[in-house]
């Protein structure tokens, strides 16, 4: 639905008397824009000339006072929609924009898709607030904000009279909540032990690059796909995290070539996301070797007209140089763990079991948040819980190839310092 003209501001009027149209009275109102661009509209319906001709002068009135509501046929879902796609997605990073719409076709056109802009009442937006606010605090912020800025704008371009929205104030907190703990299941994570059979059973597997990103880096599995040669620093051993490999927000698959769609390079997931991290002896050398294999298929396809080389610098890539997608591991990963009698846990438990052998090593939290790219060191407490519940057996040594990616001990953590609503705004980053 194209809403260009209700961007604009009538500069010029005119009020035409009151007739007969269709065996009924009404009359007609032209607008002139900024632009130069006219608008003729027409109030009709009336029953009798007198109420046609108070309604007549009631649009006088407002249009002197400069609050006659141009178009009052929209909907609350085509005005957001047009709000969203043409007013603020050009000036929104794609974590926003995806932010806002979800919360737009999520939980705000649900309750008030259909009501018309112009009738929409303080009411309406107390009511949405009070039912957003027992689903998710955190949601019901976000919706405030939205119903705030988009009401804000309507106003401003003489789409509504008053502004429906201000003033109204989500419902008052009864209780301060506790910080909200999540608790790995033991066996849902592997022990060192564990660990090593798995990385020495994958060698001979097309994911073993991938095992050791997620095990011994805590990477997730978006971000492994994503790793490039050029993030690695040779010389200090570090990774940069920089980007993951995904689908670009609101994208159509028919824009993109075959079998490139989940495979475009977005950003991290969140700023915190995008880190630097020490790289394990093991590793690292696994990767100086798939380097010389990338190289051996790229001369050796170079020249192949039919099935091109890639040569995007990915690590994990099929032997055209194109990267893997990212649910490429799926069927290796469950034929290790069934082949070697491990639990049979998900690949994103690799992650968990990665912090939790930090955690039990009595890590500092604050530094394995930054490992694992929380947004919030409460985050990494909130979601891997009390160490003590995690995992019951205690290492005194942890092997060498995990001692290389902990950095240096850092202050101690102070979880009385953190504002609790700031964890629970960034529940979703996790």
């Known amino acids: 639905m194209s809403l260009n003209l209700h961007t604009q501001q009538y500069v010029e009027w005119k009020v035409y008397n009151v007739t007969t149209i269709k065996n009924k009275y009404g009359f007609r109102v032209k607008l002139i824009f900024q632009d130069g661009s006219d608008a003729t509209q027409q109030k009709g319906g009336f029953t009798s000339k007198k109420a046609a001709e108070q309604a007549r002068t009631e649009v006088i009135g ?106 109204v104030d989500l419902p008052k907190q009864k209780k301060k909540a506790e910080f909200r703990t999540r608790h790995i299941d033991e066996q849902k994570t592997l022990n060192l032990e564990q660990v090593e059979i798995l990385i020495e059973a994958a060698k001979e597997t097309p994911i073993y690059l991938q095992v050791m990103f997620a095990v011994l880096m805590g990477l997730r599995r978006s971000e492994i796909i994503g790793v490039k040669y050029s993030d690695i620093d040779y010389i200090n051993r570090t990774l940069h995290v920089k980007r993951q490999l995904g689908k670009v927000a609101m994208s159509k698959k028919e824009d993109f070539k075959p079998k490139t769609y989940t495979k475009q390079e977005i950003d ?69 763990l069934q082949e070697n009698d491990l ?44 160490k003590q519940e995690i995992i019951e057996d205690c290492l005194d040594v942890l092997e060498p190839f995990i001692d290389e990616v902990l950095p240096e001990e850092e202050e101690e953590f102070n979880l009385s310092e953190m504002n609790y609503m700031d964890s629970v705004a960034l529940e979703l980053a996790v």
């Open 268 to 336: 991290v997931k969140t700023e915190s996301s995008n880190r630097v991290i020490p790289i394990p002896d093991i590793l690292f050398e696994a990767i100086l070797e798939e380097r010389q294999k990338y190289e051996k298929n790229r001369k050796r396809r170079i020249n192949d007209k039919t099935n091109p080389f890639f040569d995007g610098n990915y690590i994990c890539c099929s032997t055209y140089g194109k990267p893997r997608s990212k649910d490429f591991h799926w069927k290796y990963f469950k034929q290790l």
């Open 62 to 167: 407002q249009l002197y006072s400069n609050t006659y509501v141009v178009y009052d046929n929209v909907t609350m879902e085509d005005f957001l929609e047009f709000w969203l796609e043409d007013v603020m997605r050009p000036e929104m990073a794609d974590p926003s924009y995806v932010a806002y719409r979800n919360a737009i076709v999520k939980h705000i056109t649900p309750h008030l898709g259909n009501t018309k802009l112009i009738r929409l009442s303080r009411g309406n937006v107390q009511q949405l607030y009070n039912k957003e606010f027992e689903i998710s605090e955190s949601v019901s912020k976000l919706v405030k904000t939205i119903m705030n800025t988009s009401m804000a704008y309507a106003l401003d371009k003489k789409m509504i009279s008053v502004n429906p929205a201000e003033g």
């Open 343 to 386: 639990p049979d846990i998900r690949w994103h438990d690799l992650r968990a079991t990665y912090c939790t052998i930090l955690l039990k090593n009595d890590f500092n939290p604050k530094a394995v948040s930054k490992l694992m790219g929380h947004a919030k060191e409460i985050i990494t407490i909130d979601v891997y819980g009390d």
